[in-house]
């Protein structure tokens, strides 16, 4: 119970694409009005939101620095989330963690926090 498990990640380009996937058990998926978000961390810096989404309706945001390159959706039928991203940029680089039973971009908030996949976008 309680558990995030992370995929996807790895090392690209910059302006390359990759993707992340976060499958959750059901208790989390299903936590009453609780989002689930994706966080990132680069090292010597705070771990930053990245994108959050409502899983009961798919309402969703976006930090400024991804929005329009980062999409965020979930599949309810395998209790995942996914992160798409494209026009990576080496700022991008960071360990990126999903993250459930929280509100928003509030990291405090956040219960339940994935192992962590490490993304690095080379210039």
């Known amino acids: 119970q309680g558990q995030l498990v992370e995929t996807g990640g790895g090392s690209v380009q910059s302006g390359g694409s990759l993707g992340l996937s976060c499958a959750a058990s059901?208790?989390?998926?299903?936590?009453?009005?609780?989002?689930m978000a994706w966080f990132r961390q680069a090292p010597g810096k705070e771990r930053e939101g990245v994108a959050a989404i409502r899983p009961w309706d798919g309402y969703l945001t976006y930090a400024e620095s991804v929005r329009g390159r980062f999409k965020i959706s979930r599949d309810h039928s395998k209790k995942t989330m996914y992160l798409q991203m494209n026009n990576l940029k080496p700022e991008d680089t960071a360990t990126y963690y999903c993250?459930?039973?929280?509100?928003?971009?509030?990291?405090?908030?956040?219960?339940?926090w994935g192992q962590g996949t490490q993304v690095t976008v080379s210039s």
């Open positions: 993250a459930a039973q929280g509100r928003e971009l509030l990291r405090e908030t956040y219960a339940t």
């Open positions: 059901s208790d989390v998926y299903s936590a009453h009005r609780s989002w």
